[in-house]
């Protein structure tokens, strides 16, 4: 086989992009996700809460939706369909937090979930805490 017949068998058995219909679909869920997230925050300034304080409830309701499902299966069944359109909103960082204390949890809650849950979010943490010291300090001193 030379090289051209090779090409050609390799483009026979390549199986073809679904690039369209994942992003499709990721637009449609991660919109979807992002019209709960209004629809919430609706919701909460419906119910007098203060437009700032309806921002935080709308994303600690979508940090625990998003964990809940995770720890019922749900949502790594939505992130297969939907991509990056589950990833792209803070349900995410949600998932990406309840995830690895999700797989170890048959080690123990100690060892286990307590051990994994800050497996992908503590370098986040680490460096969004850092960052905010050397902010204050500049701040101090030049403030």
Not at 86 to 101: D, R
Request: net charge positive.
């Amino acid at each position: 086989m030379n090289k051209d017949e090779y090409k050609e068998y390799v483009k026979r058995r390549a199986k073809r992009s679904a690039s369209p219909k994942n992003c499709g679909f990721a637009f449609l869920i991660g919109g979807a996700i992002c019209t709960l997230g209004q629809a919430l925050h609706d919701l909460y300034m419906h119910l007098g809460i203060h437009e700032q304080d309806a921002s935080t409830l709308v994303s600690i309701s979508l940090i625990t939706l998003a964990g809940l499902l995770t720890g019922l299966g749900v949502f790594d069944k939505l992130a297969k369909i939907a991509g990056a359109g589950t990833l792209v909103p803070i349900t995410g960082f949600a998932n990406a937090v309840v995830s690895p204390a999700m797989d170890t949890k048959s080690e123990g809650y100690i060892f286990g979930v307590g051990a994994k849950v800050f497996t992908i979010a503590g370098p986040v943490i680490l460096y969004g805490l850092f960052s905010g010291v050397i902010y204050g300090i500049i701040y101090f001193l030049w403030g």
